[in-house]
């Protein structure tokens, strides 16, 4: 099993991650973590439509993956995390899961946030997990698309 | 263009800087503005995308909305010109059945010096 993307990103399984993302990895297994999703049956049968064939699709709560990196019990050859919230990225790395880079390209418009990039807004609670992140070694790279260049968040953030 | 004008068909335009609460409302404010109870059909680009997925939620909650994806010309064509004419389900196969007859290339082997 090899992680080959760890996303944060709002809308979850959409254009970019259901069809950019898996398509340029070839991943076979997109894995969404998230307590929210995983509660709600609604959003489980919207997301599973929402994955091409060929991929497949866990949605699992933060304590659920947490458990399963422990056991090394991630299904798949070829995986993509994806997060809606980066508190729980923040969760996962302090419970001692490696993450050693994280693509950031789907943090939408809010008034209590600010916009750095398209879809790059940010509150400053959300900069402090990003900081703290780092802090634990997780390199941050804001690239909405594939074909986009990457940034480096922090870098950006700074310019302000 | 090749119609002329049309009534009761709505764009709501989707610019990749909003989040899928600003998707769904805007659908759903379209949605309530085309005042029709008989069947609504939201069509959109790719299965999975964001335009899809915020679809595929109102239909869900919404009974007369329907949801087609994979727009093209002859598709929309299919729908505006026998829309009054078939009942829902057979307008959305009809219209499924005429986008995918309506794209292919041209194989060079046809094509003069080819």
Request: hydrophobic fraction near 45%; aromatic fraction near 4%; charged fraction near 25%.
């Amino acid at each position: 099993m090899k992680i080959c993307l760890v996303r944060l990103d709002e809308r979850l399984i959409h254009g970019q991650v259901a069809i950019a993302w898996t398509r340029v990895t070839g991943a076979d297994q997109l894995i969404v973590i998230s307590d929210e999703a995983a509660n709600d049956e609604m959003q489980k049968v919207l997301l599973e439509m929402a994955v091409p064939s060929g991929t497949k699709l866990l949605i699992l709560t933060v304590k659920e993956a947490v458990g399963k990196f422990k056991q090394e019990q991630i299904p798949g050859t070829k995986v993509i995390l994806v997060f809606k919230k980066p508190e729980d990225i923040l969760k996962m790395v302090q419970e001692g899961v490696s993450i050693p880079v994280l693509n950031i390209g789907g943090m939408y418009y809010r008034p209590e946030r600010k916009q750095y990039r398209k879809a790059l807004c940010l509150s400053e609670e959300d900069i402090q997990i990003l900081n703290k992140l780092y802090a634990l070694g997780v390199k941050l790279e804001y690239q909405v698309a594939p074909m986009n260049n990457k940034e480096d968040v922090l870098n950006i953030i700074k310019a302000r | 263009m090749i119609l002329g004008p049309q009534e009761k068909i709505l764009t709501v335009d989707f610019s990749g800087e909003e989040g899928l609460p600003q998707l769904h409302e805007k659908l759903l404010k379209a949605i309530v503005a085309l005042e029709e109870t008989n069947g609504i059909i939201v069509i959109t680009d790719v299965l999975g995308g964001s335009p899809f997925n915020v679809a595929n939620l109102i239909s869900r909650k919404i009974k007369p909305v329907r949801v087609i994806y994979g727009i093209n010309l002859p598709l929309l064509l299919e729908i505006l010109l026998r829309r009054k004419d078939f009942e829902m389900d057979e307008l959305i196969n009809s219209a499924i059945s005429s986008g995918q007859k309506g794209i292919g290339t041209i194989r060079t082997d046809t094509r003069e010096g080819g």
